[in-house]
């Protein structure tokens, strides 16, 4: 499965934003996908995972009540909805699938990974 993660840009803190992955294979329908991000100088942080059917996500307290991750299996992507970012939203977003793998929380292990989609709220 090959991901890549779009969508990334300069927002200004209170806007929207809308990442997105999009995976190669039918097998991502079958598959948790969750989001991270790494700022500079810091270590890479989950932020936010959705199960293979869309019915379950979690998210990270940092981003609860403003990110919304979301899946549409006929296209093999997913979102996640960024509003009202902070500056310290700041950091390159990358997507994971965890075939397979029907739940969610916080520590799935993925197997597969895209590359990163860098996202920057300044005013």
């Known amino acids: 499965v090959q991901l890549q993660a779009s969508g990334g840009g300069s927002v200004q803190p209170g806007g929207s934003l809308r990442l997105s992955c999009t995976a190669s294979?039918?097998?991502?329908?079958?598959?948790?996908v969750g989001w991270f991000r790494q700022a500079p100088g810091k270590e890479r942080e989950f932020v936010a995972v959705?199960?293979?059917?869309?019915?379950?996500?979690y998210y990270v307290d940092s981003v609860t009540g403003r990110f919304t991750i979301s899946r549409d299996n006929t296209w093999n992507m997913v979102f996640l909805q960024m509003n009202s970012p902070k500056p310290e939203d700041t950091a390159v977003y990358y997507c994971?699938?965890?075939?397979?793998?029907?739940?969610?929380?916080?520590?799935?292990?993925?197997?597969?990974w895209g590359q990163g989609t860098l996202v920057t709220v300044s005013s």
């Open positions: 994971a699938a965890a075939e397979y793998v029907d739940t969610v929380g916080p520590d799935i292990n993925y197997t597969y």
């Open positions: 294979s039918r097998t991502f329908s079958t598959s948790a």
């Open positions: 959705i199960n293979w059917s869309g019915t379950y996500s």
